[in-house]
């Protein structure tokens, strides 16, 4: 049972790495049993077959980040400190999982009717669903944000992923500082 689970994180973490490379239409099952040591006949035993080893992915890593983008985009009514603890929960995420959040950033503009697209799609929707709330929320305290709440929870969630991703590539620390400017900075932008 335990060698099952380790052939199976293992496809898995060979995967999501080759993913993040080269993209996931880009890899193809035989790169991913060669790098992994397998053969084809284990993937599709564990996974059935590609899309479904992305599911597995994405069950794992892509909902597990939702719940916690979800969790930190609840809003109690403190614009800053909701804004500072989505940042801190997407940098943090990223920390954490490097290579899975460099093939997420991928996954959030896999073109549409592509199959990846299609396995992604429910992440995809709940994560802008929840920052989407998140602002419609807010708005009943920033009365300039009516009606842009859409716009707002577009820019911000691309936001998101750029703060991250310049953390993870080293252009910014994760610190008190660096994310109460970022934070300040976006809403500079909203009450302008």
Do not use: R, W
Not at 47 to 65: C, V
Not at 168 to 180: D, H, R, S, V
Request: proline share 2%.
């Amino acid at each position: 049972m335990e060698n099952e689970q380790n052939t199976k994180k293992n496809l898995m973490d060979v995967s999501v790495k080759l993913f993040s490379e080269k993209g996931y239409d880009s890899v193809g099952v035989q790169e991913i049993c060669t790098k992994a040591e397998i053969t084809k006949p284990t993937l599709y035993y564990y996974f059935g077959s590609k899309s479904g080893l992305l599911q597995n992915i994405i069950d794992e890593y892509g909902k597990t980040f939702l719940k916690k983008i979800e969790d930190a985009a609840n809003y109690e009514h403190d614009f800053q400190k909701s804004l500072t603890k989505l940042y801190k929960t997407a940098i943090n995420f990223a920390k954490d999982n490097k290579t899975y959040f460099a093939f997420h950033c991928i996954l959030m503009n896999a073109p549409d009717g592509s199959e990846s697209a299609e396995v992604f799609s429910p992440v995809k929707a709940g994560l802008e669903s929840a920052i989407l709330k998140f602002f419609k929320n807010s708005c009943n305290e920033f009365g300039n944000m009516k009606g842009k709440e859409k716009l707002y929870s577009i820019l911000f969630h691309g936001n998101l992923y750029s703060v991250a991703q310049a953390y993870l590539n080293g252009k910014i620390k994760n610190n008190e500082e660096t994310i109460y400017a970022i934070v300040h900075s976006f809403m500079y932008g909203i009450a302008n």
